[in-house]
């Protein structure tokens, strides 16, 4: 919670009514999880841990949440998953994804898929092209995944326990300040697959016969004032009853200017020089700093 929140949720509610199908959706498998997770949110989570913004009072429509912010109110139950989903996405400044286990590996251990999600701020990535699909498909073009993270990535959310909650982070730059993105964020590798990867069409890919041609002509089109710091805060825990996993993650964007004003220009300057020298150098092609990296290095060093 922050002093974003208001701008943010206009801008949540007009990106939920410009891209509804690729904002919400909750398979039929999905609906309880989905319910308890509203459940605990407005009865419990929110009026407990931000009180000052979320009240539970009662109204002659019964027990409701009141969003003082807003000044509107969240039924305690809602219409339908559907709705509660749209009612988190307005109000919440979080994008939700639900995970079930879904499928069984040959070991007989869970394979979890995404089934319901109200993702606002999407990175670069189509969430509905996404759901149904377990965790090793849906991570296909991000480098590195399926050699050092896949074995040990499905095992690792089976023993996530109720109570706990999993936390990371994540950066980028962004060449615009468009929270939604469905596409053009990334480019993408077939380094781990040995196969071309769907693209949805706005994301460049190794495969593309004008490669080097689109690089250079995206290059030229960079302005740095354009650019943003774009960083999520990540979390993972599991639902006591349905046992669902809840993915959520907060979005941040920083004008280039404010990281300079804060000092930490040749931080990230020197952080995005590494992301070709880690131990998966192909994630500077992933984040698209071969596009990028060039004018906003020189921009954050002087
Ligand atoms: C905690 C365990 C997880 C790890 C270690 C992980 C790792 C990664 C990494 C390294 C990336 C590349 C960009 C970045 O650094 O964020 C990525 C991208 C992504 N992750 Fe995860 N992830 C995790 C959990 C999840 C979960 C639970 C979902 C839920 C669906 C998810 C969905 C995605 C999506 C949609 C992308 C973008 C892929 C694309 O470019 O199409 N991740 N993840």
Redesign the pocket.
């Known amino acids: 919670m922050d002093n974003t929140y208001r701008d943010r949720m206009h801008i949540r509610r007009s990106v939920m009514d410009e891209h509804r199908e690729a904002t919400l959706q909750c398979n039929d498998v999905a609906e309880p999880a989905v319910l308890e997770l509203y459940e605990w949110m407005v009865t419990t989570y929110l009026p407990k841990r931000f009180p000052k913004v979320y009240k539970l009072i009662e109204t002659p429509l019964g027990l409701q949440l009141h969003n003082t912010v807003s000044n509107t109110y969240l039924p305690i139950q809602p219409a339908s998953p559907l709705a509660a989903l749209e009612c988190l996405g307005e109000h919440v400044d979080t994008d939700f994804?639900i995970?079930l286990p879904s499928s069984t590996a040959a070991d007989g251990s869970p394979i979890y898929h995404?089934q319901a999600f109200a993702t606002m701020f999407p990175a670069?990535?189509s969430t509905k092209d996404?759901c149904g699909q377990p965790?090793a498909s849906?991570?296909a073009?991000?480098p590195g995944?399926a050699a050092k993270?896949e074995r040990s990535?499905d095992r690792f959310f089976a023993r996530i326990e109720v109570g706990r909650v999993?936390q990371?982070t994540?950066w980028s730059i962004s060449t615009n300040d468009r929270l939604f993105s469905d596409g053009g964020n990334?480019m993408y590798g077939d380094v781990d697959q040995g196969k071309p990867i769907d693209t949805n069409n706005k994301t460049l890919a190794v495969g593309n016969p004008d490669l080097d041609q689109k690089i250079e002509q995206q290059k030229r089109d960079v302005v740095v004032d354009d650019c943003r710091l774009r960083c999520e805060r990540q979390t993972?825990h599991r639902l006591p009853k349905t046992k669902a996993l809840v993915?959520a993650f907060k979005t941040y964007l920083y004008r280039l200017e404010e990281v300079k004003e804060e000092g930490l220009g040749p931080v990230l300057a020197e952080a995005i020089e590494g992301l070709g020298k880690g131990s998966v150098p192909d994630m500077a092609f992933y984040k698209r700093g071969v596009v990028w990296g060039e004018k906003v290095i020189e921009y954050l060093n002087n």
């Open positions: 994804l995970l995404l670069g990535f996404k965790l849906i991570h073009p991000v995944y993270l990535m999993v990371r994540n990334h993972l993915f």
